[in-house]
């Protein structure tokens, strides 16, 4: 919900303070997520995580969350789906020059990292371009592995974490 989203940048700090925990509250159960497996979890959290993000900031669900980046602006909002800056076509008044009664996403994406201790510098680093591949599925759990370095996937009867299942491939399409 537009109004919503907005509420969110200008609320970037506590949202990105929120988020913070939650990241960690869920990387400390990820001895929990790994017994369970992640591929059995990947709907239920993609539900949630859809539901939550969907309506806090238009989340599109590319499953490779760059909002503590953006200042609480997601970027899979911008017509263009740029995740590294504005395009040239901002209007004088902010607004987005395919979408003109849509404030750009980069303009509120600049506000947004102003309220956020080290959110300015966090829009420095290069985004690579958006893997099509994660649509639709939960960033939370891929931010366990990341942190974990864990696949994820259930132990196998030795006790040693059995083989990741790969990501379905996907058509390539659009850019990043
Ligand atoms: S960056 Fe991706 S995961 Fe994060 S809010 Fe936007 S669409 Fe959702």
Redesign the pocket.
């Known amino acids: 919900m537009y109004a919503v989203r907005q509420w969110s940048v200008r609320h970037a700090r506590g949202m990105n303070a929120f988020y913070g925990g939650f990241e960690s509250l869920l990387v400390r159960l990820a001895g929990l997520w790994r017994a369970l497996g992640h591929e059995r979890l990947e709907v239920p959290f993609a539900f949630a995580?859809r539901q939550v993000?969907g309506l806090l900031?238009?989340?599109?669900?590319?499953?490779?969350?760059?909002?503590s980046a953006?200042g609480m602006s997601?970027?899979?909002?911008c017509p263009k789906n740029l995740r590294n800056g504005p395009c040239g076509g901002v209007r004088e008044n902010g607004n987005c020059e395919v979408k003109p009664h849509m404030r750009c996403v980069w303009v509120a994406a600049f506000d947004g990292a102003r309220r956020m201790p080290g959110g300015v510098e966090a829009m420095r680093q290069v985004q690579p371009a958006v893997d099509r591949r994660l649509e639709g599925r939960s960033?939370w759990l891929r931010i366990v592995r990341e942190r974990t370095g864990d696949t994820g996937a259930t132990s196998g009867p030795t006790g040693k974490p059995a083989a990741a299942k790969p990501v379905p491939a996907k058509p390539a399409g659009g850019q990043s």
Not at 62 to 67: A, I, N, R, S
């Open positions: 995580e993000k900031f238009d989340c599109q669900m590319c499953g490779q969350c760059v909002l953006t997601c970027p899979m909002n960033s």
